[in-house]
């Protein structure tokens, strides 16, 4: 079964410092993952995908994450976290070998980043 | 603005109602999504459409919940009888898949109806 592991509820991090958000995934092929921040009240955003090619995916507002086939993760980085980067995160994984689903993201419960002053 | 638009953003109802939700995807997206979204969970997939065909159903989607794309456009999403369990938010979320097709494309999700059952 398809499913997305986010291990941490919720990341501390100084305004300036570099962050992690971790996410674990488990298909049986080769997977998409995705990336989506969502602000309150408001829906999700998307931030970057790893469909193929190179292991590190670059994305929106200075995101970053770096697809590990062995490890089976995809974290999502920053070198230097904003007070304004204070959200909800969400990765998702689609496995486009799985009963021929064209839809199907499936979701991390979500890591809630706080960016302190 | 050119993004996912959902009409309402909030409804309240009482238990046993019918509420219908209304999602207008960004134009030229021939894929649909709906997903609902519980207090402290990631999105969970409902259904899925490509132009007006109802491609995919998730378990979640009980017998008293419907949606409707009917001209390939925008979308709907009725719930019948509604229960407390049925308060969530309500997303939907439109993709274009290319001429490629295939499911690498990005999913753009509008902000969201968030429904509270009485």
């Known amino acids: 079964a398809q499913s997305v592991a986010q291990p941490e509820d919720q990341v501390n991090v100084a305004e300036g410092n570099p962050l992690t958000v971790k996410c674990t995934y488990s298909v049986s092929g080769n997977p998409y993952l995705f990336w989506y921040v969502q602000y309150p009240n408001r829906g999700l955003q998307f931030l970057l995908k790893?469909?193929?090619?190179?292991?590190l995916v670059k994305g929106s507002y200075g995101f970053e994450a770096e697809f590990n086939k062995s490890q089976t993760s995809f974290h999502l980085k920053k070198p230097s976290a904003l007070v304004s980067d204070s959200a909800l995160y969400f990765c998702a994984v689609r496995d486009p070998n799985y009963g021929g689903s064209q839809g199907n993201l499936i979701f991390g419960k979500g890591t809630k980043l706080s960016v302190k002053p | 603005d050119t993004g996912v638009s959902q009409n309402p953003r909030h409804k309240i109802t009482k238990r046993g109602q019918n509420v219908t939700f209304r999602c207008d995807p960004i134009s030229e997206h021939n894929r649909l999504y709906w997903y609902r979204q519980t207090l402290g969970q990631g999105p969970e997939f409902l259904t899925y459409?490509?132009?007006?065909?109802?491609?995919?159903k998730s378990r979640l989607l009980s017998d008293r919940f419907s949606a409707e794309r009917p001209k390939g456009s925008f979308s709907t999403l009725e719930i019948q009888r509604t229960e407390q369990g049925d308060s969530a938010m309500y997303l939907c979320a439109s993709s274009d898949p290319g001429l490629a097709g295939g499911s690498a494309d990005t999913q753009y999700f509008g902000p969201g109806t968030r429904l509270t059952v009485l």
């Open positions: 459409f490509q132009n007006e065909a109802q491609l995919e």
């Open positions: 790893y469909i193929t090619g190179d292991n």
